[in-house]
């Protein structure tokens, strides 16, 4: 009897053990995540705010460029959110803003990962004259006054009167192109550290080519860090948009965005008693900079490996 008994809990032992063992990496993330409630409501917010952003329009029956007598109209049946001083729908402006903010946020995200990943992957492998070289670069662009450039970009752009399509594209590539060098500094920061393991060890002696190191070795290694900092990076990308457009200085009419929606605050009578003509953008650039910010502390625990299990 003791002996079935002790075989049991060995056997129930082992098959702890084995669970254990199987628990991949993602798994272990996916576990986290799901018991982080703050992180769930904010990929929640933020599902919800692409699928009416993106899906939205398509039962909407307004353009968001589609003109009416019913100016300044405030809610009712047929204009859910109301009209502005065109007589254009709310609703639909808002939803086709929300797509606009968005891929501004995220485009200029992508645009920043991949010249600082690889910036700072070739600085943090190479060392020496290489790295040198890069870090001043990367000093230079940390040294540049990030709100004052883009604000004379984008006054450049209005003084040129670029259209309003080419300026989104513009606005997108200034925000990456000011905003790599602190994913450059930690990706090169990561790889200083990597390169000195064991499994790079492995790899000189396989006579792997460099490019094969940092892109297939090196670069995954650091993906959880990247992926952290870019949620944060849409989030802030978000914002600046959205500041540059209330200027006049992002994107402009007739295509809306959340920040040139506020502009209408600006006036002391729209600001007072037509508040539908400023609040909804208010409200989903407040929603989406949240949810965003939430999943990336949610991103930054489950990711952490010093975090218990």
Request: hydrophobic share 50%.
């Amino acid at each position: 009897m003791m002996e079935n008994v002790i075989n049991k809990k060995s056997k129930s032992g082992n098959s702890k053990d084995k669970d254990q063992i199987i628990e991949t990496p993602g798994q272990i993330v996916i576990k986290r995540l799901l018991k982080n409630k703050f992180a769930m409501l904010g990929f929640g917010l933020l599902i919800a705010i692409i699928l009416f952003s993106f899906i939205g329009p398509l039962f909407v029956q307004y353009g968001y460029n589609t003109q009416s007598d019913n100016v300044k109209m405030p809610p009712s049946a047929v204009n859910i959110l109301g009209t502005d001083y065109l007589g254009r729908d709310m609703l639909a402006r808002l939803m086709y803003g929300g797509r606009i903010s968005i891929l501004v946020g995220v485009v200029s995200v992508v645009i920043e990962i991949i010249i600082g990943t690889l910036i700072g992957a070739a600085a943090g492998y190479y060392g020496g004259r290489v790295d040198t070289f890069l870090m001043a670069i990367t000093d230079i662009f940390l040294a540049l006054p990030f709100l004052p450039v883009i604000l004379v970009l984008g006054s450049l752009m209005s003084d040129l009167k670029v259209g309003s399509e080419m300026r989104i594209f513009a606005l997108m590539f200034i925000l990456g192109i000011l905003s790599w060098p602190s994913i450059a500094r930690l990706v090169r920061a990561e790889i200083l550290s990597l390169r000195e393991q064991e499994f790079m060890q492995a790899t000189e002696a396989l006579g792997l080519k460099d490019i094969r190191k940092i892109v297939k070795h090196l670069i995954p290694n650091v993906v959880p860090t990247i992926i952290v900092n870019a949620t944060l990076g849409v989030a802030s990308a978000i914002l600046t948009e959205s500041a540059l457009s209330y200027l006049g200085l992002g994107v402009t009419e007739p295509i809306p965005s959340w920040g040139n929606m506020m502009t209408v605050a600006n006036k002391l009578a729209d600001f007072q008693k037509r508040q539908w003509l400023w609040i909804p953008p208010g409200v989903c650039i407040l929603v989406t900079v949240m949810a965003v910010n939430l999943v990336g502390d949610g991103l930054r625990d489950a990711l952490d490996p010093k975090m218990k299990r």
